[in-house]
């Protein structure tokens, strides 16, 4: 295999990875929150819990990674920033938090 071989493929491995990296961040993660916020309505506290702030955890790595390895670019198509990762940051986990606790609140009414 030649130089440029192997360099074009290392440039479709990467492009596939940020691919997937993007695809967390942007679609898998939040329906894997939204899963986890109907578990929790059904049971209440539980191990599902830890499963949806690892997730947010996750997201978060995620978003900063295709920022920082990959060049990503936000949802809009414009090239992202770390000004875009600090928004994401505190969106993520202020709507994360609010619809945790609301979830709980709304479980402990219902049952």
Same mark, same amino acid.
């Given at each position: 295999?030649?130089? @440029?071989?192997?360099?074009?493929?290392?440039?479709?491995?990467? *492009?596939?990875?940020?691919?997937?990296?993007?695809?967390?961040?942007?679609?898998?993660?939040?329906? #894997?929150?939204?899963?986890?916020?109907?578990?929790?309505?059904?049971? =209440?506290?539980?191990?599902?819990?830890?499963? &949806?702030?690892?997730?947010? =955890?996750?997201?978060? #790595?995620? @978003?900063?990674?295709?920022?920082?390895?990959?060049?990503?670019?936000?949802?809009? =198509?414009? *090239?992202?920033?770390?000004?875009?990762?600090?928004? &994401? @940051?505190?969106?993520?986990?202020?709507?994360?938090?609010?619809?945790?606790? =609301? #979830?709980?609140?709304?479980?402990?009414?219902?049952?």
């Amino acid at each position: 295999m030649t130089d @440029r071989n192997l360099s074009q493929n290392t440039n479709q491995e990467a *492009e596939l990875s940020g691919c997937f990296v993007h695809l967390f961040w942007s679609l898998v993660g939040n329906f #894997i929150l939204i899963l986890c916020l109907v578990l929790i309505f059904k049971k =209440g506290f539980g191990a599902i819990d830890i499963v &949806y702030w690892v997730t947010v =955890g996750f997201m978060l #790595i995620a @978003r900063y990674v295709d920022f920082k390895k990959f060049q990503g670019v936000t949802l809009e =198509g414009k *090239e992202s920033t770390i000004q875009d990762w600090k928004k &994401y @940051r505190i969106l993520l986990l202020g709507v994360s938090l609010l619809l945790w606790a =609301g #979830i709980h609140l709304l479980h402990g009414w219902v049952k």
